[in-house]
């Protein structure tokens, strides 16, 4: 218990060091500090409840592949660039929906004939 709290002591660009530094709960500090805000970010944009936590999940997801293959480049702050990833992440979500409802209407339409 004491280790993760520590943890929260850390600003998130420490965190992403002692990440790189194998410290795993140093990215579970990230996660549970960032979660609501993305949480609130993702429904912003998608209002479907569901859609916005699977959107979460896969910025993390996106976020962690990012790490591992240490493409993360501190130049600004990293809520700032967990929500681009996030935006990205919504963005492609809702194009597979309006893709899904498309594809669904025209087969709808086929049958219907």
């Known amino acids: 218990m004491k280790e993760k709290l520590a943890y929260n002591l850390h600003t998130d660009a420490e ?3 002692l990440y790189y530094d194998g410290h795993q709960l ?8 960032h979660a609501a805000d993305l949480k609130s970010y993702c429904l912003k944009y998608i209002k479907d409840k569901d ?3 699977d959107a979460c999940q ?14 993360y480049k501190e130049s600004g702050k990293f ?10 992440v919504c963005q492609e979500i809702i ?8 594809d669904n209407d025209e087969s709808k339409m086929e049958h219907s004939d």
């Open 15 to 17: 965190l992403i060091v």
């Open 26 to 33: 140093a990215f579970d500090a990230l996660v549970k500090r």
């Open 51 to 53: 859609d916005s936590k």
């Open 58 to 71: 896969d910025t993390w997801v996106q976020v962690l592949k990012m790490f591992l293959e240490k493409l």
């Open 79 to 88: 809520i700032e660039w967990l929500r681009s990833i996030a935006f990205h």
């Open 95 to 102: 194009r597979k929906k309006k893709k899904q409802k498309t």
